[in-house]
């Protein structure tokens, strides 16, 4: 069973920094693409950053050039290092990985983690 840990998340101002962490057992984060979702109160969840087995990146519009997404194989994390913090970053992130093999595909989800910034 495939399970998916966040932490790091918290209260900080509007221009503060957070790094998230998505951890796994055995080498699902390490072998694997993981995404980072963000969802805020009454809004649908939106992806906001992933990187591949391979170490390619990709970013919402809206996080890039603040956030940045990195795998820590010392630490067997995917870590979101969040600079510059907007209000509107609020939001519980969540990480995210589909195993494809052996199919069919699965998803697997964490339990989340609150991200709050005040303004």
């Known amino acids: 069973q495939v399970q998916l840990v966040e932490s790091g998340g918290g209260l900080v101002q509007a221009g503060g920094s957070l790094t998230l962490s998505c951890a796994s057992s055995?080498?699902?984060?390490?072998?694997?693409?993981i995404s980072w979702s963000r969802q805020a109160a009454g809004k649908l969840r939106e992806l906001v950053a992933s990187?591949?087995?391979?170490?390619?990146?990709n970013y919402a519009e809206s996080v890039k050039g603040r956030f940045t997404i990195s795998r820590d194989n010392a630490r067997n994390t995917v870590d979101l290092q969040m600079t510059n913090l907007k209000p509107e970053d609020t939001a519980v992130y969540y990480c995210n990985t589909v195993i494809t093999r052996p199919p069919p595909p699965r998803s697997y989800w964490g339990q989340g983690t609150q991200v709050t910034v005040s303004s």
């Open positions: 990187i591949t087995s391979g170490g390619n990146t």
């Open positions: 055995g080498n699902i984060v390490q072998t694997n693409t």
